[in-house]
């Protein structure tokens, strides 16, 4: 167990809806990070959050934004979903003081029908 | 500039043996290669890792080899045992502040016979 939390841990929904995921860093952890895993496309990087603020985006679509909290919590939304949004997302944190170790959630595996 | 290529894209490995994964990197603003083992179902897990001021680290049985004027690194997995049996992912991450994303290379399934 990572110590990372994700719900939920399975998600169906259909084309044109909108979903959030949320994401429970581990304790002391500042930084989030949000990836995606498809089989086409792999494991992707999509955005992280460090203390609050956005720090860095990867291949993220405008459909999709992402916030952290002041508590530390991160929440994914996912906007106008497409067949091509099936996926598995990941969260992981990480403390940043020179350690770089992401430590990564179960998932939410995401089913757009 | 931001892939990472992984070989081989599966291995079968017989019990006892040893585990060869190779990857390959352009941005040389990568400085952290961890090498992830995931599990069916779950979500990626770190296994060992280095930074390119050192050749090699040995954690156990599993082995990072890094050669930074190749841009290539690998992971050896010695005396391989069936739970080893799992996708294996290399990735990087870039020098510099707080962003420290990872980026991921394609994986590699590696089943290790009994």
């Known amino acids: 167990d990572s110590g990372v939390t994700q719900t939920p841990k399975h998600l169906i929904t259909a084309t044109g809806q909108r979903v959030t995921l949320r994401c429970s860093p581990r304790?002391?952890?500042?930084?989030v990070y949000w990836y995606q895993q498809s089989l086409d496309q792999g494991l992707q990087f999509l955005i992280q959050?460090?203390?609050?603020?956005?720090?860095a985006k990867g291949n993220i679509l405008e459909r999709f934004s992402a916030q952290q909290f002041p508590d530390l919590h991160s929440e994914l939304n996912l906007s106008s979903l497409e067949l091509g949004d099936s996926a598995l997302y990941f969260c992981?944190?990480?403390?940043?003081?020179?350690?770089?170790?992401?430590?990564f959630g179960p998932g939410t595996r995401l089913l757009v029908l | 500039q931001q892939q990472v290529k992984q070989s081989p894209q599966s291995l079968i490995v017989q019990k006892g043996g040893i585990s060869i994964i190779n990857c390959a990197y352009e941005?040389?603003?990568?400085?952290?290669f961890p090498w992830y083992q995931q599990f069916p179902g779950k979500g990626p897990a770190l296994l060992i890792a280095?930074?390119?001021?050192?050749s090699e680290k040995k954690e156990g049985r599993f082995t990072i080899s890094f050669n930074k004027s190749a841009k290539q690194f690998s992971l050896h997995i010695m005396d391989s045992q069936p739970g080893d049996s799992a996708t294996y992912f290399c990735?990087?991450?870039?020098?510099?502040?707080?962003?420290?994303?990872?980026?991921f290379g394609s994986g590699t399934q590696l089943t290790v016979l009994p």
């Open positions: 992981a944190s990480s403390v940043w003081d020179g350690k770089e170790t992401q430590y």
């Open positions: 304790s002391g952890d500042l930084s």
């Open positions: 959050y460090y203390n609050g603020e956005e720090r």
């Open positions: 941005n040389t603003a990568f400085d952290y």
């Open positions: 280095i930074r390119p001021d050192v």
């Open positions: 990735a990087a991450s870039p020098q510099g502040g707080s962003a420290r994303q990872l980026t």
